[in-house]
Every structure is written in C-alpha cells, then in structure tokens.
C-alpha cells in the first residue's frame, strides 16, 4: 500500500534555486512590512482624527484587511483590478495584498499599544514647551514601539508565510513559486514542499530570533 | 506676574472652575488648598494651556494664554509644572530625561544641556543617579527627578500639583525639602497641595478653594491660623 519512494537527491540539488526564491520571499516581506508598518501608522494617525472622512477610511481598511483570508486580498488584487483593465504583475499583486493585510493588522496593534501608553507622558511632554509633533516623535512613538515589537515580529513571520500565497497568482520566482516548478517537473510533491517547509521555518525563527535580539539591544529599560 | 481674572472652565456638563480670579505676584509662594474636586489641579493646567477655559482670562507676563494667536510651546518653557504622578520618561536615563527638552525646544547643545541636567540634578540630590533609568527610582526619587526636568528649562514660574500625594509618607519630606529650597530661592511657585503644615510654612498667601471658587484667601497665618470662613475651618479641622 505504501509503496512510494523518497527521491531527496534531487530535491536537495534543486535547493541552490530554492534558496534563491527563498530570498526573494524574504524581500518581498521585509518590503511589505516595511510600506505596511509606514501606512499603519498613518491609519492609526486618521483613525484619531476628528474628521469622520478619514477615520471611517482607515476603520474601513482595518476591518476588511482583518477580516477577509489574505488569499481573497491578493486575488481581487490581481484579477479583480485585471478585469477594470488595470494589469499589474504576480509579483505587484501579492506586495500590494500583503502590504494591506500588514497595515490592517499593525494599525490595530498600533491603536492598542498607543492606549498603553499613558495620557500623562504627552501632558508632561507638552508642559516641557515640546511641540505636538515632537511629543510624538521623541516620546511616546519610542514607547510606542517597544510595546508594540513583538506583535511586529509576529507579523514579519506572518508576511513571509503569506507570501507563499503569491503561486495562486502566478509568481514563480520565490520560494513557493520555485518549488511548485519543481513539483509541476517531477511530481516529487513530498519531496520538494518538505524542503520548501523547513526553509520556511527556518526563515520564520530566524525573524523571531534576530527581533530577540534587537529588543535586547534597543529597549534598555 | 501670573493673573487669572474671572475664568470658568468646564468639562463637558461638568463646571469644574467658576468665576475665579487670583493674582499672583513674582517671587510670591502661593498654596491653593481645598478638597477633592474643588478645581485646583484644573486650574493649573488651564494656566499652562494644557486646558482650554470656557470664560475668563489668564494672563502670563501679560500673554493672554488662551488667545488664538499665543504660541503655547513658548508660554510653556517659562512655566515648569510639576505632576501628581510624577511622568517620568521611562525609555530615558535619568540625565536623558531632563537633558531632552533643553536640547530640543531651548536648541541648546549637548553638552550645554548635559552641563545644566547635571547642575539641577545634583541641586536636588539625584547627582548619582544620573545614567539610572527611572523605574530604578524610588517614587520621591522620580519626583525629585520631575523638578530638576522642569528646572532645567529655567522656568519663571513652578507650578506643583499635588506633587507629594502619590509619594509614600516616608518619601514625602525629600520633595517638600526640594521644594521650600526652590521657595528660598525666590521662585514664584504655585502649589496645589494637601501638605497644610508646609503650606503654612512656605507660602505668602493661602487660598482654600471650594465649589470652583476662591473662597477664603489671605496670609498662611491668617487662613490656616485664623480662619474666617466656617467651611475653611471644617476643611482644616478634617485635614489636619
């Protein structure tokens, strides 16, 4: 009944290729992670804003971006907008998805860690002649951050898995989108996607290992 | 010269503050007194524009603090307030924490600012402390840490609200020291407190607010020693 034979050999010699995919899965996260957190902030900034117009955008963003499955995201992205005549590539499509399930879920973790920290500190900030603008800056977004570090690491890992979502749309070039080429050549399907698994795996504990790291180096009280 | 004329200040349906005009002089030690809810603590941050008033005046060295066109970042750095709960900066060193406004609303330069941080920190008694972060403090610590930051942007004028009420009771003496040092030292101060006997001590006038009002105001002697208002008496009979 079981009679299938494990063939790792050519796995393991397709993994120069794997590893380069690998790499761009990583690309494609930090860069989502990095326009995400940029466009939460700026959600959380309009989400306090008194003007309803663009607090009910950026409520709008967060509820849609929280609670739709991330594939649907990247799929409208890239058909959806297809069909209005707007062509973007596989690659754009998946950035552009991810990018909004990051910022929807950041802004969320922002609004909360912002509650965390106490009223007072801008009050003190403020009665020290400090501007607004450099309350924020030098007081309460480094608060801000720390409270918020690792609920963005957990995201970092969550975008580099989501990114495997990018093969529905057709990317062949990162880690899923290689391995699937591989699989689709030899139908070595265990094979390949084992592999392909522990170096997600690996990519994922390295994040959450290196953001150990910097708390340690960053957040020294 | 600090003037408050008339000023009424409410938050939403609440009217907290209601018709109150004090004056307070340069170099003059003033202690507003009075139970929970009288309005004390609001009025001091409505002198500082860290409240809007409803109606009324407050002037500072004759700015009109709650005029449109008052640039309140300005009016602050010559108004050094001085909170319940202390505030301090915890991502920041103890040197970090009074260096940072000096540095980046006065633009003076690092070592300027650390210089002075350095001098205010070791006027009250914190000269050790100084690479510490906050949360290694003491709570009278802190606060004495909150006096030497507001003193590093030498301010005109000290506002103190309640600064010793959340202080253990052991840890309370450190601060008032601190305090009648900086009264010694001519500076005009305003103090929201609960410590009568110090009130007593350090100030020039006494004022016991009741219902957002002024109700009594004269000399310590005079207020604290003498009441003449029967609801003055009943507040320091329950205090003291």
């Not at chain 1, 117009?53 to 649907?72: D, G």
């Not at chain 1, 552009?96 to 973790?109: C, R, S, W």
């Not at chain 2, 301090?88 to 540095?103: G, Q």
Request: charged fraction near 15%.
């Amino acid at each position: 009944m079981f009679d299938y034979t494990f063939h790792w050999r050519s796995a393991f010699k397709a993994l120069p290729d794997m590893l380069a995919g690998a790499w761009v899965t990583l690309e494609t996260a930090a860069l989502s992670m990095l326009l995400g957190t940029l466009i939460a902030l700026l959600l959380t900034v309009m989400r306090q804003m008194q003007h309803p117009l663009p607090r009910h955008f950026a409520n709008t963003w967060v509820s849609i971006a929280r609670n739709t499955p991330s594939l649907f995201q990247i799929y409208i992205l890239y058909f959806g907008l297809g069909s209005f005549g707007l062509h973007v590539s596989s690659w754009v499509a998946l950035l552009a998805g991810i990018t909004f399930n990051n910022a929807g879920y950041l802004a969320e973790n922002f609004r909360g860690g912002l509650k965390a920290v106490p009223d007072t500190q801008m009050r003190a900030a403020r009665s020290l002649g400090m501007s607004a603008f450099q309350a924020y800056r030098m007081i309460i977004i480094p608060q801000l951050l720390r409270i918020v570090f690792y609920p963005l690491s957990n995201q970092m890992v969550w975008a580099v898995l989501m990114t495997s979502l990018g093969v529905i749309v057709g990317l062949n070039n990162d880690l899923t989108g290689v391995t699937q080429d591989f699989n689709v050549k030899t139908f070595r399907t265990f094979e390949y996607f084992a592999l392909a698994a522990v170096l997600y795996y690996l990519i994922a504990k390295t994040i959450v290992l290196v953001a150990r790291l910097m708390a340690w180096r960053l957040f020294r009280y | 010269m600090i003037e408050i004329d008339n000023v009424y200040k409410s938050f939403a349906d609440l009217e907290v503050i209601k018709g109150v005009s004090l004056t307070v002089n340069k170099g003059e030690v003033v202690s507003i007194i009075g139970g929970s809810g009288s309005g004390k603590s609001t009025l001091l941050m409505c002198i500082n524009g860290l409240e809007p008033i409803q109606k009324g005046s407050i002037r500072v060295d004759g700015t009109e603090v709650h005029a449109p066109g008052t640039d309140l970042n300005k009016l602050r750095q010559k108004i050094g307030i001085v909170f319940q709960q202390w505030n301090a900066f915890p991502h920041l060193t103890v040197l970090e924490n009074v260096m940072l406004a000096p540095r980046k609303v006065l633009g003076k330069s690092k070592e300027e600012a650390e210089a002075l941080a350095v001098k205010q920190l070791t006027h009250v008694g914190l000269g050790d402390k100084l690479k510490v972060f906050p949360s290694k403090l003491s709570g009278g610590q802190q606060q004495r840490m909150a006096i030497a930051r507001a003193l590093a942007m030498s301010p005109d004028y000290m506002l103190f609200d309640e600064a010793t009420s959340a202080l253990d009771p052991q840890l309370v003496g450190e601060v008032l020291d601190t305090m009648r040092l900086l009264a010694e030292e001519g500076m005009t101060m305003i103090l929201v407190t609960h410590e009568i006997r110090f009130a007593r001590d350090v100030s020039d006038r006494v004022a016991f607010f009741r219902n957002g009002l002024v109700h009594e105001i004269g000399s310590p002697d005079q207020v604290i020693g003498n009441p003449q208002k029967p609801e003055t008496a009943d507040f320091l009979k329950s205090v003291l």
